[in-house]
């Protein structure tokens, strides 16, 4: 049994890890911590008074340790609240990603089930363009997860000051390539970038810039942020006294 997720879903699970959490904190303070209910025949999803239109992407066998897509779900295949998790099984299919084709995913070969289960949830919301996602537990047995779709959701963007920990945070989450991290990060928000042996750089919507140098052993040695402030708000050279 897999113990581990394959290599080609550990990629593209880092190429979402720095912006995928960097949503994930934008999508957290949206959503208000509270009492949950869902109509999944609506594709919709309430959460402390606030209504969202969710897609469902799968659920967790918390016994059997196992995770089941939507899209294979007799009891939602081919309905609208599944169309989310056909897009990753289509995707799946196009990049042989079994872990995305195989209706039933074995996770209990993997140390923690629960951690890998959240780890699908999380790349296939990269893989979507997602907003965020959702883990609820559904009953005893089983987590149910789901992605917002549903404009009302804030879009994080590139902040000068919190770039360096979001960066960092990203590289930190399975520990594997942080050049494959922060070139991920890039592209998603299409920042013009450069890539040289031992960094990354690339322009910020503020006309700034940042730089991210690498040691060898493809881990982030440091963030250079370089923060244009517009010209009137420069200090500017002292009047006469």
């Known amino acids: 049994m897999a113990t581990t997720f394959s290599a080609p879903f550990l990629r593209l699970t880092e190429q979402h890890a720095a912006w995928g959490a960097e949503q994930l904190e934008t999508f957290n303070a949206f959503l208000p911590m509270g009492e949950w209910s869902a109509d999944l025949g609506r594709c919709l999803y309430r959460q402390a008074g606030r209504e969202l239109r969710i897609s469902l992407l799968g659920t967790f066998d918390v016994n059997d340790r196992s995770w089941l897509w939507a899209w294979a779900n007799p009891g939602f295949q081919g309905s609208p609240v599944a169309r989310a998790a056909e897009r990753i099984r289509q995707y799946g299919q196009a990049h042989g990603l079994h872990e995305f084709t195989d209706d039933l995913v074995r996770l209990a070969g993997h140390e923690d089930a629960r951690r890998a289960a959240e780890t699908l949830a999380f790349t296939a919301m990269g893989v979507l363009g997602a907003a965020g996602y959702i883990g609820v537990q559904a009953s005893p047995d089983a987590r149910a997860y ?71 052993l493809d881990r982030i040695a440091s963030v250079h942020v370089n923060s244009r402030e517009p010209a009137a708000d420069r200090p500017g050279p002292p009047g006469p006294a």
Not at 172 to 188: D, E, I, K, N
């Open 146 to 216: 789901m992605v917002p779709d549903d404009p009302q959701v804030p879009r994080a963007e590139p902040d000068a000051i919190t770039l360096p920990r979001v960066l960092l945070t990203g590289a930190g989450l399975l520990g594997g390539s942080a050049r494959q991290v922060v070139a991920g990060y890039f592209a998603h928000h299409e920042l013009p970038q450069r890539q040289a042996e031992d960094r990354l750089s690339a322009g910020l919507p503020n006309g700034g810039t940042v730089d991210v140098l690498f040691d060898d």
